[in-house]
Every structure is written in C-alpha cells, then in structure tokens.
C-alpha cells in the first residue's frame, strides 16, 4: 500500500460560485472537492488542509511551511505528496518547493483551470493523476512536477499558458516528461540534473523582478535600492539587454551591495554576451550583473532567493 499525503491549499480547485455567480477561491473545504472514489486499488491517501488561500495570496511563507510539512511527512513514511493549488502562482510555487525539498519522494503540485461543479471541470482528473503520479516509483529523485490535463511537467520550466482553457500548462521549448493515462504512468524523460538549495538562514531575502523596455529608465531600479532590497531580477530582451537609461541605475545598485541577475523575456533561449555595447549583456556581465541562462524572471528570482538563503555562491549557482 503505498500512502500519499494530499495537502490542500485552496485556489480555483477549491472554489465555489457566490451568489453573483462569481467564483470565491478557497470556499469548499478539502473533503468537498476532493472525490477519491476513482482511486486505483492500493493507494491510501490522507488528506491535510494546511492553508486556504487564492493562489496570489500565497506567500513564500506559507510555501516554507508546506515544504516543512511534505518533508516530516516523508520522514513518517509517506511515498509521495500532492499539494493542491490555485493556478496564478501554481508554476512559481512549485518551482520553489523543487528548490528546497532534499527528498527522493515525488512531490505533484495541481489545480484547476475550472471549479469542480463547473461544467468539463479538469479538478477530478487533474487530481487523481496527481495522486497516481506521486505513488509511482518512476517520479523519484526528479524533484517536485506539476501534473496537468494528463501531462507530468518539471516545475523549473512549467508556465500557465491559458487564462482558462483546459489545457493550462506547458513547458515552452522543453515539452513534458510524461504523461498519464488514465492511471497509467508514463515517463519520457527526466531532468538531467536537480538544484536543491535546503535554507540555512530564517530570512527571506526581498528580491524584485524589473521588466526592460523602450525607453525604459531607472525609477524602479532605484526605488528598490531605496528600499533595501538584495537581489534585482531583470527581465531583459532578447539575449540580454536593457535599456540604456537603466544601466546607470544597475551601476548603482551594484555599488550598494545588491546582487542582480539577467533573463531573458523571451520564450525560449538563453541571456548570453553575444553583443558588445552600453547596457547589452556583455556590459551588464562585465560589471558585475549574474547571467541568468534560460530561465524566466519568476523562475529567476525563486532560484536567487533560495541560493541566498541557503548561502550558496549565486553566480556559481547560475552556472550549475
């Protein structure tokens, strides 16, 4: 028998109609929407409502004490854990959860993209494939995935592609690593590698993300060195560059002590220094700015923060 731990966390999955027909996140209780009658023979599941939030109410704290909850849970013997989600934050959430469990154990985060008493609503499917994914033996040691209109993706590359259309998900340039049949398990790929960074320090470090632009200049960089914070994640354009109004901001920050990272807001690709001139990439590099790879600024900015709070070297973080 193997036991699976269901921890609920609210989000559309969870949700109900109020009275204007307008969808309130979190307003069923877990044993409400969670229909385990379709469970194959052999998979005990006990269900744990640790938090009941809209996903863009989710903080990194709450996602600490879930980590905290799925690795005890481990320790008392669980094979896997299912932690439903709401579907705004799913993809940042379960990235940052594959950075910091240090366990074999399949960790599936799902949701919804319709509530369960919606008309072709996926929540029944999307969270006994979950279950049946994080009782297989094929999803060890490969970190935390999301499961999805019957697709397994790595949490490092999984986006929300749709507002609201059943197929919510997908990992651009990567594909998925699987799929599920019915309850079938089937595996194509796996990660090459997994980054795990366990935290060593209590504090979360404040890390911003600012988007580059036409004509962008450096209000906002300089607004976040104003206001302290450590890291600064720009989303730069093509393989790298800013605008030049920004640079002189970034400079700046640098000189106070902050450490910023460079991505890319393109779908596919990687930051690199393939050009030389004022605010490109190779100049942002060359003074101090961490290359971000192929990473998106969500994923960069999880990433910065759980390297710095595991006190890992960032850049050689980034270059792993």
Avoid: W
Wanted: proline share 2%; hydrophobic share 40%.
């Amino acid at each position: 028998m193997k036991k699976v731990a269901l921890i609920t966390t609210g989000g559309t999955i969870a949700s109900r109609e109020n009275e204007e027909g307008r969808l309130v996140s979190g307003a069923l209780a877990s044993e409400d929407y969670c229909d385990l009658d379709e469970l194959p023979a052999g998979i005990e599941v006990i269900i744990f409502p640790l938090i009941n939030k809209p996903s863009m109410h989710v903080s990194l704290n709450d996602l600490n004490q879930i980590a905290g909850k799925i690795i005890d849970l481990f320790d008392e013997g669980f094979h896997g854990a299912v932690v439903t989600h709401g579907t705004d934050s799913l993809e940042e959430s379960a990235y940052y959860l594959d950075l910091i469990i240090k366990r074999k154990n399949p960790v599936v985060v799902t949701g919804s993209q319709r509530s369960s008493a919606a008309s072709g609503s996926d929540a029944d499917t999307n969270l006994i494939q979950s279950i049946c994914a994080a009782a297989s033996e094929k999803l060890n040691d490969i970190g935390t995935v999301v499961v999805f209109n019957e697709r397994i993706f790595s949490a490092k590359y999984v986006k929300k592609e749709h507002a609201y259309n059943l197929q919510g998900f997908e990992s651009f340039g990567y594909g998925h690593l699987g799929t599920i049949d019915g309850q079938k398990v089937i595996l194509y790929q796996k990660p090459a590698e997994r980054q795990v960074y366990p935290a060593t320090l209590k504090k979360i470090p404040k890390v911003e993300i600012i988007k580059c632009y036409l004509d962008a200049d450096g209000a906002f960089i300089d607004t976040c060195i104003n206001n302290q914070v450590e890291g600064i994640v720009l989303e730069g354009n093509g393989r790298g560059q800013i605008a030049p109004e920004q640079m002189n901001a970034v400079l700046r920050g640098i000189e106070q002590g902050i450490t910023f990272v460079l991505t890319t807001s393109s779908e596919q690709g990687r930051v690199d220094v393939t050009y030389d001139y004022y605010a490109s990439a190779h100049h942002l590099f060359k003074n101090g700015v961490i290359l971000g790879s192929d990473m998106n600024s969500k994923k960069a900015r999880l990433k910065l923060i759980a390297l710095l709070r595991s006190n890992t070297d960032v850049r050689e973080g980034f270059e792993e």
